[in-house]
């Protein structure tokens, strides 16, 4: 029987993403809580707002919860987007206008090194068990290219590749990415005490 993991969110994109990366666990969404709390992303850090997440929602289950926070984070504008990515353009989780303001903010700049950041962190019973983290480094692209994955992924181009995320395809992004890296000492962890 596989160990269940509620995954603290209610973005679809992410919790596909996590449970093809995690084969060997029951991954749940929030649906599997009755009524649970929007949890306010008030940290400074993306530990901070992973960890608030976790404490939250692991309080209310015997489950292990995994709460992550991630985003990514542009050199030349001295780390923006960062905590603020999912809401940069203005209104949360609207990918259109988060990636149309990056394009406007780099818009004649020759730096475009860049980066995506996790930060994971497992909890149970309201308390914080571990946590991990995961970047991969990359660029800003002139342009957004691709129709696959979600948030800024057809605007990143990991290093080592001439493609954005987006074009590269799943199984590539889910070999690559900073969640990925976060998730594979996660699992490595969870594999042990669960």
Request: aromatic share 6%; hydrophobic share 40%.
């Amino acid at each position: 029987m596989k160990t269940r993991l509620i995954i603290a969110t209610r973005n679809a994109h992410k919790v596909s993403e996590i449970s093809a990366m995690l084969p060997d666990f029951e991954v749940c969404d929030l649906s599997v809580i009755q009524n649970p709390p929007r949890v306010e992303e008030t940290g400074e850090s993306f530990l901070d707002n992973a960890t608030l997440k976790a404490q939250a929602i692991s309080a209310l289950t015997d489950d292990w919860v995994i709460a992550d926070d991630s985003g990514l984070e542009v050199d030349s504008l001295d780390g923006a987007p960062g905590v603020y990515s999912s809401r940069y353009g203005g209104e949360e989780g609207n990918d259109a206008k988060n990636n149309a303001k990056l394009m406007r903010e780099m818009a004649g700049l020759s730096q475009r090194e860049a980066r995506f950041r996790c930060v994971i962190v497992v909890a149970r019973g309201g308390q914080v068990e571990a946590s991990f983290s995961g970047a991969v480094e990359g660029r800003i692209a002139e342009a957004p290219s691709g129709a696959g994955g979600f948030g800024y992924d057809p605007l990143f181009i990991p290093e080592g590749y001439d493609e954005s995320f987006a074009e590269l395809g799943e199984e590539i992004k889910n070999n690559l990415s900073h969640r990925a890296k976060a998730l594979q000492g996660a699992q490595d962890w969870l594999s042990k005490v669960s």
